[in-house]
């Protein structure tokens, strides 16, 4: 009988290696971008005269069904990310032309924002289903008594809808937000390790928003940290006075741009903290 031979050349190892080390980068790696949507939807025409002015009645259901497919994806990116916050605050009450909700948005919004033309927004699109003339389905919403159905599979450029909307400022899209980005805050005035968390806590809340806090000293009435957090040092500050609770009182708050020798520094802001623990009981 004889046997197999299993054993590996370095060549495979090495293959092996390279395989692997290059999976775990593209697992690793942020996606930059949106996947593109593959919707099926339906458009429908009147067959009167809003159909000569759409190119015919065939063109006229191809672009409603576009519109279709574009609006659902805006709709979806409006609910996502939300209108635009401003800096120390919440966004404001109807701010950027946006209702109550996503589903309440009307047309004419819709058609503002991203105009009349589709076709920018769609990266290819098909007739799966040519349905042709039939009797209007729901008589009373025009005066056609036929109209024309198509079935379209649109594939959405994603980032270019999202684009669309953050230009007209109707979303707010996070800045990327490197690692090595960020500014120092150094706190003075915290003698209590519950003072501490709750800086942390701050930081890492709602009102400021970091994504990363890291320690890079601490001692008896001193903190200093580093946030990765998108906006100003100016910014930031302004979220953090605006943000900070009452048992942690900020009496004074800086800005130190270029600082050491070569200038090139990470900003640091500088809080002067009074922190009175909450009550026990």
């Not at 109550?100 to 924002?113: C, I, M, N, S, T």
């Not at 915290?190 to 000293?217: C, D, F, M, Q, T």
């Amino acid at each position: 009988m004889t046997t197999m031979d299993c054993s590996l050349t370095r060549r495979d190892l090495r293959m092996a290696g390279f395989v692997c080390a290059l999976t775990a980068l593209l697992l690793a790696a942020p996606s930059l971008a949106e996947d593109p949507r593959v919707l099926r939807v339906v458009g429908v025409q009147p067959i009167d005269a809003s159909a000569a002015r759409a190119g015919g009645p065939r063109q006229g259901a191809v672009n409603e069904a576009l519109y279709e497919a574009v609006t659902r994806v805006a709709l979806e990116l409006v609910d996502e990310y939300g209108p635009p916050v401003p800096a120390g605050g919440e966004p404001a009450e109807g701010e950027g032309g946006t209702t109550d909700g996503a589903g309440e948005l009307p047309d004419d919004w819709l058609k503002k924002a991203l105009g009349n033309d589709m076709t920018p927004y769609a990266r290819s699109f098909r007739i799966v289903e040519d349905q042709g003339s039939r009797p209007v389905l729901f008589p009373g919403e025009t005066k056609a008594t036929r109209e024309y159905v198509v079935v379209v599979e649109a594939t959405v450029d994603v980032d270019r809808v999202r684009d669309r909307l953050a230009e007209k400022g109707l979303i707010g899209l996070e800045e990327d937000e490197s690692p090595d980005d960020g500014v120092e805050i150094e706190a003075l005035g915290l003698k209590h390790w519950s003072g501490y968390e709750a800086l942390i806590a701050l930081l890492e809340g709602p009102g400021v928003r970091a994504s990363e806090v890291r320690p890079l000293e601490f001692e008896s009435g001193r903190a200093l940290v580093f946030a990765v957090v998108r906006g100003s040092p100016e910014d930031v500050l302004a979220r953090v006075l605006a943000a900070a609770p009452k048992e942690l009182e900020i009496t004074t708050g800086t800005v130190e741009r270029d600082r050491g020798d070569s200038g090139d520094g990470a900003p640091r802001i500088q809080l002067k903290i009074l922190w009175t623990p909450a009550a026990e009981g």
